[in-house]
Each structure stands twice: as C-alpha cells, then as structure tokens.
C-alpha cells in the first residue's frame, strides 16, 4: 500500500474543522514535501517526522513522499501535524497496519526522539471529532485538559512506538480517564472589605443580573479589592458555560489548567494592552482578554490610561457578545460573552472628592481627563457608582459587611428567577424583551419619563435602567418593576451621566 489517508483537525477560531492528511509514496528520487496551505511550522515537520521515525527504530522509506493536507483552501498551523503524517508514512510503507484509522483521529507534536509533545486546542478539537462518532488520540497532557469533556473517548500516549504498537494490536489502552475535580473557589471573601455599602450594593446587583460596573473614586479606596471579589459572588457555571470556556483557554497561549474548571475566569489586563490583546487577532486569529473573560470578569483598572483606540473596539462584543477577527486570508469569530468592570480615579491627580487630601486639578483638565473615556462606551455601562475614601472611624473601627457565600446566596436566587421566567439574564434581554419581561408600574413607567426628559437619555440608556429596575426587583423577590426600583437604577447610573 502506497496510499494512506489519517483524519486530523486544524483550528479556525474556536472551531476545529477536518483535516485529512492524505501520504503518497511514489517511485523517484526521495524526496519530502508538504502541500495544502501548511505554515512554517508544518513544513518544519519533515525535519522532526523524519528524525522520530528513525529514533523510533522504524525505517523511513527512501521514495517520493507527498503530503496533502485537505482541505487545501484552509490554512494549517503548529506542529499537531507531526502525528498524522507518521502514521501516514509508516502505514502507506506497510510498517502499521490501517484497518482501525477510520474509527480514530489524531493531533500531536513530536519530539526527535520519538516522544509526543502537548498541542494548542485539544479540547475544541476532541468536541468536534466526538460530534462525529470518533475517538481522538492525544498526548497525555493535552488529554488531561480535553478528558473535561465527560463524553468524549480519548486515548493517551507518550510516543509514537505506543501509537504504532496501539494500532499493531501489540499494545493494549483503555480511554483516558481524568481525576474528577472539585474546583474549590480561590477568590477573596468580600467580607474583608470594610464600609463602602453603596458600592457592595452594585456589585450584587451586577453579580445578580450581569450587568456592567464602573468604579470612580481617589487611590486606595478599594476599587480593586471591589473587582476582585466580584466572580466570587456570581452564580455557578453551567457544564456548557465551562466547556466553552474550556475551550477558548485551550486555544490560548498558555492553554487551560484543569484547577480552573468551572471557575469563572477573571482578567486584568494591564492599561499599555493593545487592540489586538483585547480582543484577539494575529495572522493566525487567536482569541484576546475579552473571549478568555467569556462567562467571567473582565477587570479595566485605570480606564482612562488605556489608549482610546483600544476601549473603542469594546463597543461591538459588549452589544452582541461576539467578536468578529477578519484578516485578508483568513476570518475568526470568538464568543465574548463577558461582564465589564472598569476603574479610574476622579480626577488626574485622584483626590477630587476626597475626605482629607486636596485635588490640585483644574476644571479643564478634569474634563480633559473623564474624556478620555467615549460618551458611546460609557453608555454601554450599565451601573455608575462612587467608590469614597473612608473616614479614619470606618477604616479602623469600622465594621465588616456580609461574607461572599451570604451575598452569592442572594445573587444565586436572583438568577433562578431570571432563569424562570426568561431562561437568561436580565442584561440580556433584548428591546422586545423587555416589554415582555420587565413589566412596570404605572408611577414607575412615569418616573422613567420623567428622567428621560429630564436627562436626555438615549433609548441604551433607558433600556439599561429597565434592565437594572428589573435585576433590583428580582433580588427583593417582587413580581413587578416598582417606582423604588427604578430610582434605584438612576442612582446607580447618575455619577457619569452628564457624559453618556
């Protein structure tokens, strides 16, 4: 047999299409090429294929060897290649036997000596061969962080002997079984927090309803320490909430650690992070801070320091909870899905408003400052909030507020009945929607009026209040949106209004 076809998977966003890995040996001066649209890495794989061949103690066919990665119109990258094309190579030279490929797919970069290396997005890979009835083999450590899909069937090896004696029948492996994991949350207790009720109260209701948070107050008030406990208090992730997330991760450069299944992730970029950090792109689109937050906390500290072009291209994915990468070869789309918290200080010097250290800014740069941040993005905001410096009194006498398991007790039963009566979160409600779900007393709806022509609100404006009116209601458990609630919402949207 001088043919042999192995089924592999390339990465194409948070998809991972087929790939078939088609090996030719023909009769002519020896000779090793690659074809279908392969990038430096692949073709670098002749090098290490030919190199773990020998190691392996196989013998690697002296002919013409062609290597067709179909579909040719998709681009290939990485070394997850290396697998396929030498088990294609040692079946189309009669050296493994071929009668159990068509049942498996394989993925892995090898070492010269024969080992098998980890690869980037096993988990999106072993989700889209188990869709189609195939068991996926993989090197042990990305089949650790694949083995997080429960129905998947995995096989993992260490070398390409145990690949080889594996479909030889010398060898016998049973499908790879993870160690279950208890993900214990790591996150700090908000009971550590001293004072700062008002801004306690948004972050349950965003916790509560999924709603965007920004953070204004001086240096040292506990702006952080705010946004740090926030995925604490959200309420437990779905399976399918955790696959995903999963599945992004182990698209990323640093891959997905097991210890953080089911946890919500939380990202902090640092304000010098450029578009493309944020949310994602490269020659080979791969996913930035807003897809791996996805289901999680996006954490903006110091908003006004980022670069302006950089909080813009926050505008689409906050809206439609997707970002969309086109480049002149290739398109990615990544979900992002995410809950924005963002930070700055009152002022550039950081002490407007506060208790005992004076503001040295003018009112012009003040301005100047708070403008570095759109009035489009700041109305995609939803909740506005002060977070003031404490009096000497509350910081050393002061007593602590609720622990994070008594507020996420809240937030949990705030969720359920979204679940109920809409089956997603209040932030996701859409215009229609919430004229469905968000049904609102009579001297409520006059309020909202009232405020609209008085403030000159946008129709965004207006549909967050709703949407916040509508999260305050279900934490106090009532059926309908009361005028109470909805001055609750303005309040807590009133600190930058003026801009947005």
Same mark, same amino acid.
């Given at each position: ?8 998977? @390339? ?45 392996? !103690? ?13 579909? %040719? ?47 980037? !997005? ?39 002997? =145990? ?8 060898? =016998? ?24 009720? *008002?801004?306690?109260?948004?972050? =349950?209701?965003?916790? %509560? ?40 991760? *182990? ?18 970029? &640092? ?23 996805? &289901? ?22 906050? =809206? ?12 990615? *789309? ?8 963002? @930070?700055?200080?009152? #002022? ?5 408003? &506060?208790?005992? @250290?004076?503001?040295? #800014? ?12 759109? !009035? ?24 602590? !507020? ?7 007790? +809240? ?9 109920? +009566? ?15 779900? #968000? ?33 305050? @209601? ?18 807590? +949207? ?7």
């Amino acid at each position: 047999m001088s043919l042999a076809v192995i089924t592999s998977r @390339a990465l194409a966003g948070i998809d991972a299409p087929k790939v078939s890995v088609e090996v030719h040996l023909a009769n002519g001066l020896p000779a090793f090429t690659i074809v279908g649209l392969p990038d430096t890495e692949v073709k670098e794989s002749r090098e290490r294929v030919r190199a773990a061949i020998l190691t392996s !103690g196989f013998e690697f066919p002296a002919r013409r060897i062609t290597v067709n990665l179909a579909p %040719a119109d998709l681009p290939k990258d990485s070394g997850r290649f290396d697998l396929p094309i030498a088990i294609g190579l040692l079946v189309a030279s009669g050296q493994v036997r071929s009668d159990q490929l068509e049942h498996f797919e394989f993925a892995g970069e090898l070492a010269l000596t024969g080992l098998i290396r980890p690869i980037r !997005g096993a988990l999106a890979m072993v989700c889209q061969a188990q869709a189609v009835g195939h068991a996926f083999v993989l090197p042990t450590d990305s089949a650790l962080e694949a083995s997080v899909f429960s129905h998947a069937r995995i096989y993992a090896v260490t070398s390409l002997v =145990e690949v080889c004696g594996f479909l030889n029948g010398l060898i =016998e492996l049973s499908t790879f079984q993870a160690q279950s994991v208890t993900c214990l949350s790591p996150y700090p207790d908000l009971f550590d927090v001293k004072g700062q009720r *008002s801004a306690r109260r948004a972050l =349950e209701i965003a916790a %509560a309803g999924n709603h965007s948070l920004l953070l204004l107050g001086p240096p040292g008030t506990g702006k952080s320490m705010l946004a740090a406990r926030l995925p604490g208090i959200l309420p437990p992730m779905t399976e399918a909430e955790a696959l995903e997330c999963a599945a992004l991760a *182990s698209l990323g450069s640093q891959g997905f650690l097991l210890e953080n299944w089911q946890k919500r992730p939380y990202r902090a970029p &640092h304000h010098t992070a450029s578009a493309a950090a944020l949310v994602g792109g490269g020659s080979d689109p791969r996913p930035g801070e807003v897809s791996l937050a996805h &289901h999680g906390v996006l954490f903006l500290d110091e908003l006004p320091e980022f670069d302006r072009r950089v909080l813009e291209v926050l505008r689409e994915p906050l =809206e439609s909870g997707v970002i969309h990468i086109s480049r002149a070869a290739r398109q990615a *789309s990544f979900p992002a899905r995410f809950q924005l918290i963002a @930070a700055m200080n009152p #002022c550039p010097c950081g002490y407007l408003g &506060h208790a005992s @250290a004076r503001c040295c #800014c003018t009112t012009e740069q003040i301005n100047r400052y708070r403008g570095r941040v759109s !009035g489009p993005l700041l109305d995609r905001i939803d909740l506005h909030i002060e977070v003031p410096s404490l009096l000497a009194e509350e910081l050393v006498d002061g007593e602590q !507020g609720e622990s994070t398991a008594q507020v996420r007790d +809240r937030v949990v039963q705030a969720y359920q009945r979204q679940m109920q +009566r809409q089956a997603k979160v209040n932030a996701a409600l859409s215009g229609t929607e919430l004229d469905t779900y #968000c049904q609102a007393e009579p001297d409520a709806l006059a309020l909202l009026r009232q405020t609209i022509d008085k403030l000159g609100l946008s129709a965004r404006s207006y549909h967050r209040i709703l949407r916040v009116s509508r999260t305050i @209601a279900d934490l106090e458990s009532a059926p309908n949106v009361q005028r109470v609630h909805v001055l609750q919402a303005i309040q807590l +949207r009133r600190v930058m209004m003026g801009k947005s």
